[in-house]
């Protein structure tokens, strides 16, 4: 577990030292924020109570969004990159050599990279839109606490997503093109363009069930105070089940891959 | 075939039987259709090593050499045969056998690239649960032994190749591997590195008795270390014996290099033939167990001879001829 904790910690560190990154980041999600809001603002006058939420919910929707974009990676990234590199030249043969597990190292990375990006990216977008705008902020601890749990489990989630995505890199030599799809997937169906709740019919019921939900949809709902009780515990039971699940199929497909596969390079 | 085991009664460390590794490839034949293609990247490889040996591992490329290393770590899964390493199966055990292996790749690296080197070591520390006081001393020994004081705070992206190959080798021996897989470690590197590495090797396997691998496309690495060298090519076992034998068994010749006063067709003697003429002067090929007295002498005799050399039969000549007349052993 110490090792793990180690590469975690690296990991956070390392993304704390691009500073410019950092800053850029946060005015991006910002002047974002700013915009969709407005948006958000005009659509919810114009059908008021669509999706089950008040004009404040709806904006609160679009910060958190902003906020959560990146440490959740909800449009790909985070270690991803880094990783299928490493399968697209061979250099994963030195993380096999190593006797830690390829999965728990990548995940402790991942959740090293997010937890900076929750605190150094995700706290000052929604600050600014709580100055500018009237939000829905939860008005217990447990609400808040609830939030966090939601967001680690959304992390995981996405990690689990990602993961499996890099490895198509064993057999396709190159998941570009896999990756560009999850992050469209990851955009439209984690609830990023539009809170899951407005889509109409089927679509709506499923994606609320997929496991982008996850990442964004849920913990926002969670933040709204949408999920109360036994409904709150159910919630994060269903991020916990596709974590476990998703987690389960990463292990099953690395070691087809390793087992399978071709370990590029000489 | 002359084979040589330096340490007969040792119990080997490293042991494969009858192992083979074929992949499947698939290529493309007209616009849709495809056809799967075995490829036999290794082929009935059997052999052994003993504890603290330090054998030469060679062939040309795509030989197999990297892909029975990487059987050997467990990272690929042999397709037959029974292979062990300090009596684990590698691929089924992988984990516990990487706290006993140390690995370098040459062309790749284990170190952090945004990290001093100090920081990647004290990360490979907590992955292989090296107890603090011998961490230290390992560390301690290798910055003595390989110079790398003046590196230590310097992020790894911005050492020079040989500097960085340095950090590898400390990396790859900090928690006390029994067993060093090398592939191609001075690959690239200039003669003052290759001299520094090849030194610092030798003492490893001198000092702490541990087995080493090595594979290599510079035979002055397995001239200046290896007592056994294994050549393999198209993932066949050619050859496991000392340099020696490799020698007599290439049937190796000497070069005589002459120099006339103005350039003449192709010398003909008796007992050496022509392989080269380049204007005045002129390589001629003898057998290196022949005198080269009655040679040069003809030749004198007969030619407006102005100078000569003689060059011995490289180790590279004998291994190139090896490789392309495909030496069964």
Request: net charge neutral.
């Amino acid at each position: 577990m110490m090792v793990y904790a180690a590469i975690a910690s690296r990991t956070f560190r390392r993304y704390a030292t691009y500073r410019a990154a950092t800053a850029a980041g946060v005015f991006t999600n910002s002047v974002f924020g700013f915009i969709m809001a407005f948006t958000y603002i005009a659509l919810w006058h114009a059908r008021p109570q669509l999706g089950g939420y008040d004009v404040a919910d709806a904006v609160t929707y679009v910060w958190l969004g902003q906020s959560l974009l990146a440490p959740a990676a909800l449009f790909g990234g985070g270690f991803q990159d880094e990783f299928s590199e490493r399968i697209r030249s061979g250099d994963v043969a030195i993380d096999l050599y190593r006797p830690v597990d390829l999965q728990s190292w990548w995940l402790a990375s991942d959740l090293g990279r997010a937890a900076f990006q929750f605190l150094g990216r995700g706290i000052l977008p929604t600050f600014f839109g709580a100055l500018a705008f009237d939000l829905t902020l939860p008005p217990r601890p447990g609400t808040w606490l609830a939030f966090l749990c939601a967001v680690f489990l959304g992390v995981v989630v996405s990690f689990g997503i990602r993961y499996l995505v890099c490895l198509t890199a064993f057999w396709l030599m190159d998941s570009t093109g896999v990756q560009q799809v999850a992050g469209f997937c990851g955009m439209f169906f984690s609830g990023m363009v539009l809170p899951l709740t407005v889509f109409p019919g089927w679509l709506g019921d499923v994606s609320l069930l997929l496991p982008w939900a996850a990442c964004l949809q849920v913990p926002v709902d969670v933040f709204l105070g949408k999920h109360e009780g036994v409904q709150l515990l159910q919630t994060l039971g269903f991020q916990a089940i596709w974590a476990v699940v998703l987690l389960l199929a990463g292990r099953a497909l690395s070691s087809l891959a390793t087992r399978k596969v071709v370990v590029q390079g000489g | 075939m002359t084979t040589t085991q330096p340490h007969p009664k040792t119990s080997p460390l490293i042991e494969l039987s009858g192992i083979a590794k074929t992949f499947v490839v698939r290529r493309r034949v007209g616009r849709l259709r495809r056809t799967r293609a075995e490829v036999h990247a290794v082929s009935d490889l059997s052999f052994t090593v003993s504890r603290g040996e330090m054998v030469g591992y060679i062939g040309p490329n795509g030989a197999g050499k990297s892909t029975t290393i990487k059987m050997l770590t467990g990272i690929l899964v042999p397709s037959a045969g029974l292979l062990r390493v300090a009596g684990i199966e590698p691929s089924r055990e992988r984990i516990q056998l990487a706290r006993r292996i140390g690995v370098v790749f040459g062309q790749r690296t284990t170190l952090w690239w945004d990290l001093p080197l100090r920081d990647s070591f004290g990360l490979l520390r907590r992955i292989y649960k090296i107890p603090p006081a011998r961490y230290r001393e390992n560390l301690d020994r290798f910055v003595d032994l390989l110079d790398l004081g003046p590196l230590l705070d310097v992020p790894v992206r911005q050492l020079s190749l040989g500097q960085r190959m340095r950090g590898d080798i400390t990396a790859a021996l900090l928690h006390d591997p029994e067993v060093l897989y090398l592939d191609e470690p001075t690959i690239g590197l200039d003669i003052v590195s290759k001299a520094r590495v090849r030194e610092f090797l030798r003492e490893v396997n001198a000092g702490q008795g541990t087995t080493v691998l090595l594979t290599t496309h510079d035979l002055t690495d397995i001239e200046q270390l290896c007592s056994r060298v294994m050549v393999i090519d198209h993932g066949r076992l050619m050859y496991d014996g000392d340099l020696d034998g490799l020698h007599s068994l290439g049937d190796s010749e000497r070069t005589l290099v002459v120099d006339l006063a103005e350039p003449l067709p192709a010398i003909e003697v008796d007992g050496g033939r022509v392989v080269r003429v380049d204007g005045p002067r002129q390589w001629l090929a003898f057998p290196a167990a022949a005198s080269a007295a009655p040679l040069v002498a003809a030749i004198a005799d007969r030619y407006p001879l102005a100078d000569l050399s003689i060059q011995e039969p490289a180790i590279e000549a004998v291994i190139a001829r090896m490789y392309a007349e495909g030496v069964a052993s």
